[in-house]
């Protein structure tokens, strides 16, 4: 079992940046997860995956955000990091972390507004 724990989220002007955290805890550390992820929920919209990190270090985004984000981890930290520069609006949402090894684990998630 692993638990996730976001955080970094809060409110920033259009064009702003924001960082942030994934920190798993638990029997499975993420370096033996086959993806760590990012997704987000605008409010009346479905899931969305935003970025995701394999366990070789393989990187995806969607092309929403290609060029704008950056995902990293810290396996020795056991952190999964999202980097969001150039926030638009419509990136406002709920950002879950996500982690996949047979079965896919989910954190509470954490809010992220950009006003314009």
Do not use: H
Not at 25 to 43: F, K, V
Not at 91 to 114: D, E, H, M, N, P
Request: net charge positive.
């Amino acid at each position: 079992q692993v638990q996730l724990m976001e955080s970094g989220g809060g409110l920033v002007p259009a064009g702003g940046s924001l960082r942030l955290s994934c920190l798993a805890s638990g029997s499975i550390p993420i370096s033996s997860m086959q993806s760590m992820d990012w997704y987000r929920q605008a409010p009346g919209k479905q899931r969305e995956l935003v970025a995701s990190i394999t366990r070789d270090g393989v990187t995806n985004y969607s092309d929403s955000v290609k060029g704008r984000f950056t995902i990293s981890r810290d396996n020795a930290k056991d952190t999964v990091y999202l980097q969001m520069n150039s926030l638009k609006p419509e990136g406002t949402a709920v950002y879950y972390c996500s982690g996949l090894k047979f079965i896919r684990y989910w954190g509470q998630g954490t809010q992220v507004t950009v006003s314009s």
